[in-house]
């Protein structure tokens, strides 16, 4: 995973003040296309989704001074497949 902060903060920039990490991992999905399949292909037959969904999230929680983003509660969101999962919610400061 080659992520960054200022591609990061491009993507929150263009989302709500309050926002999930479904809607980060959409957007980052959107701009970043190629690597998120890349990065769905180096898990390929064991739960590559989730598993790389967790590690976008995971960009968020360990950053989230840097990205000037603070953790809310959790709570259901729909998620890519359109199932309604728990997940992090996050208000920008």
Request: some cysteine.
């Amino acid at each position: 995973m080659k992520l960054t902060i200022d591609e990061v903060l491009a993507i929150i920039e263009e989302l709500e003040d309050y926002f999930s990490s479904h809607e980060f991992i959409e957007g980052y999905a959107y701009h970043h296309e190629e690597e998120y399949i890349n990065m769905l292909c180096e898990h390929k037959g064991d739960k590559a989704f989730q598993k790389v969904h967790a590690q976008l999230a995971r960009f968020l929680i360990e950053h989230k001074d840097e990205l000037r983003i603070l953790k809310m509660p959790r709570k259901g969101s729909v998620n890519v497949f359109g199932n309604i999962t728990e997940v992090q919610f996050w208000q920008k400061k």
